[in-house]
């Protein structure tokens, strides 16, 4: 039964100004109470729709900065692994000068922060954008 249907089954000719007055404010507060529980339904739905954009934009830059650390850290085994190869050419040559610079070579390559290339990684609103 709806409210309509209520409406037409009191006896309102026989119901005085007070009754009709309070049964008007318990009709009125009961569509406001399901008025508003639609609104905050509604609003309940758009926050975990926001919520699941934001997790696929996370899981998106998650990729992002996997790849670019992932190609850091390659880029940096491949030059050690060029200085080794180099080191052992000098010490068969006796060159301790040369061999010097190529440690130190290997040290920087070591210090060097695979994450330096990450600007920033959130934007001006505060969700996660990792821009290189």
């Known amino acids: 039964m709806n409210f309509p249907d209520v409406l037409n089954k009191l006896p ?12 008007k404010e318990v009709l009125d507060s009961t569509f406001n109470f399901y008025k508003i529980k639609q609104e905050e ?6 926050i975990q729709k926001e919520l699941q954009i934001a997790i696929e934009e996370i899981k998106s830059q998650k990729e992002v900065l996997l790849t670019a650390v992932g190609s850091k850290h390659r880029e940096n085994m491949t030059t050690i692994l060029g200085l080794i190869e180099h080191i052992d050419k000098a010490i068969e040559r006796n060159d301790h000068q040369s061999l010097g610079m190529l440690l130190n070579g ?11 290339s990450v600007k920033d990684i ?4 505060g969700r996660l954008k990792i821009e290189l």
């Open 106 to 116: 290997i040290d920087n390559t070591l210090k060097n922060n695979p994450f330096s």
């Open 12 to 23: 309102l000719d026989k119901m005085s100004a007070p009754q009709i007055g309070a049964i």
């Open 41 to 46: 339904e509604t609003k309940r739905a758009e």
């Open 122 to 125: 959130t934007d001006k609103n």
